[in-house]
Structure formats: structure tokens, C-alpha cells
């Protein structure tokens, strides 16, 4: 019934057998022995006519599939033709007679096709490299390099992406046989065809170079066996334009010639084998000698004009030179000439220099063990100061002291032209007996051995001024102001008035010229004058004036009495401060004056007539000025009939 119904329903065997096969059908084993062909072996089916293999390259639709029978009771194949390096899938169908019994697949895989050696080169002595053709299907191409001779044997495994590689390691002069064996799941491929090479020659050993001349060396070595040439290489390390120079010698030395001064050379010398391939040089490096170096060095300095001439010795081949003044700084001034002297400009002041000179010739140079020693004037001192305190008569002048210094001359300058020298090797000078009134000057220059630095910036310092003279101090007799005058003081820039009072009370006034006045005074007051003189930096003491005198104070409580005489009256005040003596005066109402004085408290007015109405007044005086007039007090003379009157009740009583 099963049977039946299979081969009755063959369209769709091909795919239910495969799950049958499960049950039947066994590929035992698959292997590739060689890139082209699989072999294939399953496991034997009772009843089966015939196997059918059919192996198509995975994914290929333009490799045309190997369908092979296979009769019983051969239950394995060895099937040819096909394409190396190449996933396959393999499919196993059993047949009794036109029915499919059953199926089964494996995926495999063939080995690579051949790798072939396609370049080798020996590099030295211990390694060649090696170059080869690329396969499909190969995951790995193993190198292998076997001594003809002998037994060494190496192998080294490179990924498919390489196609080139080196062995290292080997010994000299000795034959190898190599071959590539390409690689992948399925296994190696064949292998490829052998190529036979020869290590070169390792080179001589105890290589030495003499140097024969300034421009010649001879390099030497040992003999190495069987070598009956060796290859010489001279290059210029340091300018790659001027090509190296190779040269064959079938001796143990050779003579290097034209080498260039002030270089180094790299002189390699290997051994040529049988063919004439030079193998590995042994390197030995050569610096040829530079130029001379110039012997002495001389320098004359001259101070004026801050120059230094230089001198030196000549140099064989030397094309031109170059001389460095170094300062203490590190910085430096150079000159140069194909002579044997130039000169060097601009030198700094205070400064030691050293002087070396460098000879050249191309791109060659060497500078001189021998050097110049000097130094240069001394700066022009700096941070000067000059200080003077105000009531001394001594002025400080001090600087920063300088460099390659013997001492210094410091001078001050009056206003009137007059000049002070002080020579001190310290660094400041005492200026003494200075002035009152002065504008001083001063510089400073330090002196060396041979020229002296400049003079210094000036300095300045002015004095205290000089105390004022012919202080005087008059009352302005109209007010209460105090004029003072004075002969100026030299130096002085102000001046200031002080006037002290008997009560404590003190009044100033200040001025720049020779006047002042003092306002707010009181009356009838004796003053102390003072005045002090100043600069911007200094007042003088205080100078004692005249005595100043103010106006007299005005009489106060004026009174008249004219008692009981006709023809006079007594005018009595009040005294004022300051005032000598008084002053009355009255007028009748016709205006003809009367007066009289007194140095006390009231005098008696005369010579009035009798009945009349009269105005008095009094003013003090200090005969410099007067008071202003008091207030004013009106009278009346007597009559005859009031005359009498009072004579009566004198003698007779009222
Ligand atoms: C093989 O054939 C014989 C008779 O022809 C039958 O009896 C037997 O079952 C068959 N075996 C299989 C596995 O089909
Ligand atoms: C074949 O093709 C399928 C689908 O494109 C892919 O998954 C598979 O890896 C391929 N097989 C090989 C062996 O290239
Ligand atoms: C490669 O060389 C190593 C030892 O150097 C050896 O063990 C190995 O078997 C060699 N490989 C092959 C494929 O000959
Ligand atoms: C040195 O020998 C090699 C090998 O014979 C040759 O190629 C080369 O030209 C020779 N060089 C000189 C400078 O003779
Ligand atoms: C030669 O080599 C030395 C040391 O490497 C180096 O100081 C010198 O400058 C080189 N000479 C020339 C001319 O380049
Ligand atoms: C010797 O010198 C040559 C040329 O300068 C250089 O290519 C080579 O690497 C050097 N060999 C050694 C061992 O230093
Ligand atoms: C003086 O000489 C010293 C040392 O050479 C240097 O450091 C200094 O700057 C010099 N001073 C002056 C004012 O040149
Ligand atoms: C006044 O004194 C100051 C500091 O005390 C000083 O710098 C200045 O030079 C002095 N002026 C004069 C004119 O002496
Ligand atoms: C001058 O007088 C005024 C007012 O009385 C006072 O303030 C000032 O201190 C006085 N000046 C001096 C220098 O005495
Ligand atoms: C002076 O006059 C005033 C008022 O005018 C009065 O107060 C004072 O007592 C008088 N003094 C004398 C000594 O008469
Ligand atoms: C003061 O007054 C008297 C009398 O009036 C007069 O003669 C004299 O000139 C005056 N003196 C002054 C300084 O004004």
C-alpha cells in the first residue's frame, strides 16, 4: 500500500523521500582528496537497483551539476571533474529501478586548487621573501622552506588575503626547497611546484676603517669562506643628493677616496656569493674631520664709539668667518668676513662679553675653543634720588651702583650756576652746607679703566626756602584789617601770616607775593607777627615780626555836663583799648567847632556860648590812627537867667 501509493503520486517523491530517507538513506562520509574530485560513501540500502550522486556547486547557476550512478553492492564513489575550492551540495538517491526509495544531502567541500611560489628574492644572508598565485576557496597558504641538504624544516601559515611573505631565520649560503600548500575546511590543496634558492652570503666580520688621509680611508675585514668578492657601499649620511658609491673587490680591504670634510659617511661592506648577489653589509660609520678651528681670538674695545674690533688667526680652507659677542644674557652680536678681522656694532653698555669666532667652509663650520674676555663702559647709573629733609642743610644723592665700575662723579648745580664735584667709589654722595632758597641739579656718571659711562639724567631737589626779612605789619586805620609786608625770601613759594592776640585769639592770612592782610582783628589790640615761608616741599620756622598795632577802640558812654558855668562843659567817656589819648569835639547848631583832648576819661570844652545847643563826639587816637568817632551826645549851655538861679541857691539855698 505504501509502495503504491508513491509510485502513484511521483510528482511530488523527490520531496517525501527526503523525509523517508531519514529513515534509509545515509551519506556516511564525505572527503575531497584532491581539488577535483569528492569522494562519497553512504551506508548500503536493501532492495535498491541503483544510486544516483548529483553535486552541484552551492549558489551556482552557471557550473552545470556531475550526475554519477553507482550500481550496488558499491555502496561509495569517487567522483572526478569537479571545480576545486568549492562549496558542493552533495545529494544521495537510492532507485529501485525507476522509483526513488530515498534521499540524503551533505554540504561539503572541495580542497583549493594549487598555490604556486610565482617570485622568491634572497634578502640577506637569513631571510627571502617569497610571492604567490592566489586560489580560490583558500582560507590559508602555508609556506614551507626545507634545507636540500639537511634537515631543517620551517613552515609559516599566512591568511588568504596574503600573497607575499618572508622567512627570516635561515642560515647563509644554503639551498632551500619551497612550496606553498594552499588550505581550507576541506583541507590542503596539492602542493604547489618547488623552488629551489640559495641564501646569500653573510658578511665579513672584524670590518675596521683607518683613515688614511684627510680625505681618504681604507676600510678592512676578514676573509670569509668560499667569498672571493666583496661589495663595498660608501654613502654620505647627511646629504642623500650625493648618491652612494659601490664598488667590488676581490681583496680584504679597499681605499676610500675623495671623502668631503666635516662629514659622515656610512661604509657597508658585504659578501658577493657564486651569482654575484651581494648579501647584508656590515655597516661602520666614518666622520671625516672639519675644518680647523681659528687658534686665537683677539678684541680692541673702544669705549667711544661702542665697537670692538676682532682679530683672529687664519684658517686653512676656511671661505669665510663669523664673530660672536656673547653678553651676560646669552644674547649675542655677530660679524662676519672673509678676512681675518671685522667688527662688532651696537655693544650694550655694562656688559662683559666673550668673543669667539666660528670658521666656515660650505656647509662646514667649527668654532673656536679660544675666546675674547672685555667689558664695555659702565651704564649711566639709574634710580637716582636725591633727598633732602627741610630743616637740614645736607642733601643725599645716591643711585644704583653699575657695572665694571672704578667710581663715580657726582656733581650738584646751584640756581646760581655754581657746581659741587664728589668722587666716591660708594654709591651715594653727602652734600653738605646746601642752601636756603636753592634748585639743585645733580647728575652722576661712573668712570672705568677706560672710557666713563654717560652722565645720568638729571636729578632735582630744591631747599627749604630762606626766612623772610623786614616783616612789617601797619593797621588800616579805616578798618579792622592788618596789612603785613615782607621782603621775599629766595625759594619761597607762600608765605603765611599769623598775628596772636593778648587774649589767645590767633588770625593768618596767606599770600605768594610779599603782602597780606589780616582781617577780623579786634580793636585796640598789640599783635605778635609771624610769618613762614614754604615751597612745595618746605616751610621755614616761624620769623617773628613788628609788633602790630590796631586800631584804638571807639570811646563809648559819651556824657555832658555843663554844671553851672556858661561858657564851658565837661565831656567824660568811657576809655577804649589801644588809644593814647581822646578827642572831643562839639558843634553848635551854626556849626563852629570846639575841641579838647585828654590822655583820661574827660576833658573840659571852652570858649562856649552861653544858651546854645551843642553835639559832641570823641575819637581815641594812637597817633597812628584814629578810633572812629563815638556816638554823639547833645548838650545845652546855661543862660544868664539859669546862671543865676544856680548861683543863688549855692550861696543862698533853695
Ligand atoms: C525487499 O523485497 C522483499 C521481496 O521482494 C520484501 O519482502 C522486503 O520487504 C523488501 N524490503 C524492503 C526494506 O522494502
Ligand atoms: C548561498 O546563498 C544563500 C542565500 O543567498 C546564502 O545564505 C548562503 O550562505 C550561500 N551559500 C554559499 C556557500 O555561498
Ligand atoms: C610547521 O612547523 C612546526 C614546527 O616548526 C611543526 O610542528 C608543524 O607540524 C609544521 N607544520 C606543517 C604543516 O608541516
Ligand atoms: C660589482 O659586482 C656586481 C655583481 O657582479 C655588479 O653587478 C656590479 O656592477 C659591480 N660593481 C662595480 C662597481 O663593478
Ligand atoms: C655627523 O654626526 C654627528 C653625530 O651624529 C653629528 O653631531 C654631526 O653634526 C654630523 N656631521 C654633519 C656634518 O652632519
Ligand atoms: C647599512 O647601511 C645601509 C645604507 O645606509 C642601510 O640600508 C642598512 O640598513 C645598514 N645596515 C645595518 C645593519 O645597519
Ligand atoms: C651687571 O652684571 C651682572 C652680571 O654680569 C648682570 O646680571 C647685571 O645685569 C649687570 N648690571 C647692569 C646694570 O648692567
Ligand atoms: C618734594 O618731596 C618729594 C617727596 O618727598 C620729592 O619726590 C620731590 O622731588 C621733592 N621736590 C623737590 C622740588 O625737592
Ligand atoms: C588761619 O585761621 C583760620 C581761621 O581762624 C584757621 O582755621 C586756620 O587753621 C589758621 N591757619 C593757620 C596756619 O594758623
Ligand atoms: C555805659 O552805657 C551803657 C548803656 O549805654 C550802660 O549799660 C553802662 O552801665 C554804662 N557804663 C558806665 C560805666 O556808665
Ligand atoms: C585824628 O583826628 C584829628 C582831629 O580830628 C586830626 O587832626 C588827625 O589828623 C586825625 N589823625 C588821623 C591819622 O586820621
Redesign the pocket.
Known sequence: MWRFYLLSVSVVAATQMQYVGATGCDIVSVSSPSASTLEVEWSNYPNASHYLLDLRVVNSTTVAPVVVMQQPPSTHRLVQGLRPGRNYKVTLKVFSFFNILCTDQELTMTVPATSQITGFRPLSSTSVSFEWSSVIGADHYILFVEELFGSQKYNQTFTSVSLSGRMDGLSPSTTYNCYILSSNSAGKGAKGRIKTVLTLVQPPTGVTLAVTSKSSARVSWSPVDKVLLYQVCVSDVDDASNGPVTKNTSNTYMDITDLQPCSNYTVGVSSVNIFLLPGEAVNVTHSTSPIKKVTWVSVDYSCSNGMAAVTWDAVFGADSYIATAVDGTGASLTCSSASTSCHIMALKCGENYRVYVTAVSDDCESTSDASYLFETVPCAPVQLLASHECFSNMIVFSWQPTNNTLYYVASSQDNTGQVIECRTGDDMCYFTNVGCGQFYTFHVYAVSSECNSEVSPPEFVRTSPCLPTNVRTVAE?QSDTLITTWDSALGALSYTVEADGNMGESYNCSSSSNSCAVTGVPCGEHLSVWIVASNDNCSTSRVLGEVAQTVPCTPTNISASVQCSLDFATISWRSGNGAIFF?A?AEDEDGKPH?CRSMGTSCVMEGLSCGRSYTAAV?G?N????SSRSQEVSFRTGTLHHFLQQWFSTFFGS
Not at 623 to 626: A, D, E, F, V
Open positions: 586805620c578827642i569835639t575841641s575819637i587816637t597817633l597812628k590812627c584814629n
